[in-house]
């Protein structure tokens, strides 16, 4: 059997059998070489599922709109998030039926270290991958010059147009009322003047450190193709450097900045070069 046809027979047995009331996947979408998430309720619309280059969204982020028990097909991104969420009390693993696949579209994420799922109460497929992640993207940024590096990131941010669809997409940013829909206190702007447009980015990703998993749902979501996967990225490779840890790879271990050690390294408040 091929994948794809062992996910639907999979989805269709949890359904027949009312172990999970949806199973949440993608359908083929209105544009050529694009696919859409689908949740299928019966067997008849299991039949809709596909699994194909397309399907790079993180279905995690649908994971909280279900209140009963749950089916997912999720490759490796979605599992780690999956990891993330049921770690911080977000969703219930005894309600989620996982159905792990190897991602389909690894050719669009060339930095992808786990496209296979982490975690699973059921493979479709299994295929182990040691894709290694070198960072040369981030190491190339880090060599400009300040300036350089200012500038890159001022023309970056001046296309935003604060649609939100970053925010919306990522499974790392669940809060009920974000930061920049608070008045009281008013936290920033609601322009999309580049002062404003600098802190809603530096903030959104201060808050997912060390929670996301570089799964680029954020980039692909942009319709101005700002590049926010280098700053998701930094903070990426300095907790590795840090903590020796990749987020959402155990249900086990603590998130790196919900814990406190008296070890922890802390080079920002020593000052002199490290910090810099």
């Given at each position: 059997?091929?994948?794809?046809?062992?996910?639907?027979?999979?989805?269709?047995?949890?359904?027949?059998?009312?172990?999970?009331?949806?199973?949440?996947?993608?359908?083929?979408?209105?544009?050529?070489?694009?696919?859409?998430?689908?949740?299928?309720?019966?067997?008849?619309?299991?039949?809709?599922?596909?699994?194909?280059?397309?399907?790079?969204?993180?279905?995690?982020?649908?994971?909280?709109?279900?209140?009963?028990?749950?089916?997912?097909i999720a490759k490796?991104?979605?599992?780690?998030?999956?990891?993330?969420?049921?770690?911080?009390?977000?969703?219930?693993?005894?309600?989620?039926?996982?159905?792990?696949?190897?991602?389909?579209?690894?050719?669009?994420?060339?930095?992808c270290r786990h496209?296979?799922?982490?975690?699973?109460?059921?493979?479709?497929?299994?295929?182990?991958?040691?894709?290694?992640?070198?960072?040369?993207?981030?190491?190339?940024?880090?060599?400009?010059?300040?300036?350089?590096?200012?500038?890159?990131?001022?023309?970056?941010?001046?296309?935003?147009?604060?649609?939100?669809?970053?925010?919306?997409?990522?499974?790392?940013?669940?809060?009920?009322?974000?930061?920049?829909?608070?008045?009281?206190?008013?936290?920033?702007?609601k322009t999309t003047?580049?002062?404003?447009?600098?802190?809603?980015?530096?903030?959104?990703?201060?808050?997912?450190?060390?929670?996301?998993?570089?799964?680029?749902?954020?980039?692909?979501?942009?319709?101005?193709?700002?590049?926010?996967?280098?700053?998701?990225?930094?903070?990426?490779?300095?907790?590795?450097?840090?903590?020796?840890?990749?987020?959402?790879?155990?249900?086990?271990?603590?998130?790196?900045?919900?814990?406190?050690?008296?070890?922890?390294?802390?080079?920002?408040?020593?000052?002199?070069?490290?910090?810099?």
């Amino acid at each position: 059997m091929t994948v794809l046809e062992n996910i639907k027979a999979k989805a269709k047995e949890l359904l027949e059998a009312k172990e999970v009331e949806v199973v949440i996947g993608f359908a083929q979408g209105t544009l050529p070489g694009k696919c859409t998430p689908y949740f299928a309720r019966t067997t008849e619309e299991v039949e809709r599922f596909v699994w194909q280059d397309g399907c790079n969204l993180n279905l995690a982020n649908y994971l909280s709109k279900f209140s009963g028990k749950v089916g997912i097909i999720a490759k490796g991104c979605d599992t780690r998030s999956i990891i993330n969420l049921i770690k911080e009390n977000q969703v219930n693993r005894e309600r989620i039926y996982i159905i792990g696949a190897n991602c389909p579209s690894m050719g669009s994420c060339h930095n992808c270290r786990h496209p296979q799922g982490v975690i699973a109460d059921f493979y479709a497929e299994q295929v182990q991958l040691n894709n290694q992640d070198d960072f040369s993207d981030v190491e190339a940024f880090e060599e400009l010059l300040s300036e350089e590096r200012k500038n890159y990131f001022y023309q970056e941010m001046s296309k935003c147009i604060r649609c939100y669809a970053c925010r919306n997409v990522c499974p790392a940013c669940y809060c009920k009322e974000c930061f920049v829909e608070e008045n009281l206190p008013c936290w920033l702007g609601k322009t999309t003047d580049l002062a404003d447009n600098i802190i809603f980015h530096l903030t959104r990703t201060m808050h997912v450190a060390g929670r996301c998993i570089d799964c680029g749902a954020c980039v692909r979501a942009c319709p101005m193709e700002v590049n926010l996967s280098l700053l998701n990225r930094k903070l990426l490779k300095d907790i590795q450097e840090l903590f020796n840890t990749e987020p959402g790879l155990s249900l086990e271990a603590e998130p790196v900045l919900n814990e406190y050690k008296e070890d922890d390294p802390q080079p920002f408040l020593i000052g002199g070069e490290e910090s810099v």
